[in-house]
């Protein structure tokens, strides 16, 4: 055999190794859920959620807690209802509140979320903090901070689906939907507000077509943008899938496997639906016990298209591209 198909299959199985991703744990409980943001606190799960349509408590985020991110309890509805700034800045208060996301920062633990309604990009981003989160109570102790950054109709983009990354130089707020794509703009650590004069970049386009959810994780040197393509919402219908683009700084330009730019389209599919699992997506990055962990939503065809959260470790293969494992066989 010669030199060089021994050096190929030693690549090969090299490769091979490296792209061996983990299994999704089998999840029981309470998993119904629509746009997943979690964080871990000493061991213990929390997630929030996009509200509930027009419900009592207002449609505000809700949460659940679990011990070990594999059985999960339904922990209730941020209470108080919608802050009335959302009706004066938007000229109604929208039938629930989406796709919250936490972060946190010098023991602060920072919600955004989003108010908006479908096909219109008249919305706002949102800001609630807690100066002492309890991941076993994770519907507890927020205080509304007013408006972080708003969308007219006139503009652009579209200010729904934010997500914090801070880095070393710095604190930034993905967001976007549709229209023009993927932003990004600068904000103050501290405040969790838009630094004043910082304008949104754009880090992903498909020029009008169905781009939402991004989130960002910083992972040896590189920075890597999720973000859902297709469309949420239908069900089983539903045909959102998982993308990715890689980037050296957390402004971009994000690139795919073959090098395409996420600003004109390109991306690297992460998961795709597959048998009772259909429309994984409304991701987001999160750091898990063990390392880092993309949590999401998908449509379960075997219970009639509900959405339930899904949770997959992140490993890498040999070119330092994030791999997720299989759907679960089975499912509690």
Known sequence: MSKRAIGAIVALALSAAAAAAEDQPVLSGNIFIHDPSVVVIEGTFASFATGVERAADGGTPRTKSSPDGLTWTETGALQGGQPEWIADALGRMPPNL????????????????????????????????????????????????????????????????????????????????????????????????????????????????????????????????????????????????????????VTGPYRAKDGADMREGGATE?????????????????????????????????AGGRPKLGLAPLSWDAEGWPVIGPFPEAEG
């Open 270 to 302: 992460v998961l795709a639906s597959d048998g009772r699992y259909r429309g994984p997506g409304g991701q987001e990055a999160f750091m898990g016990p063990d390392g880092p962990m993309l949590a999401y939503h998908y449509y379960d065809a075997a």
């Open 98 to 249: 989406w796709a919250p996301s936490i972060s946190e920062y010098e023991g602060t633990h920072y919600l955004y979320y989003a108010a908006s309604t479908f096909g219109s990009n008249n919305s706002a981003i949102g800001l609630m903090t807690n100066d002492a989160f309890d991941a076993t109570d994770p519907a507890t102790g927020w205080r509304d901070q007013g408006m972080v950054l708003r969308s007219h109709r006139s503009d652009a983009y579209n200010a729904i689906d934010p997500f914090r990354i801070d880095t070393e130089g710095g604190a930034w707020l993905a967001f976007g939907s549709f229209w023009d794509g993927i932003h990004l703009v600068e904000i103050d650590p501290r405040s969790g507000k838009r630094i004043d004069d910082a304008e949104p970049l754009l880090i992903a386009s498909r020029h009008g077509g169905a781009i939402e959810a991004p989130a960002i994780l910083e992972h040896d040197g590189g920075y890597f943008l999720f973000v859902s393509f297709g469309h949420c919402c239908r069900g089983v219908a539903s045909d959102y899938r998982i993308m990715v683009g890689r980037s050296d700084a």
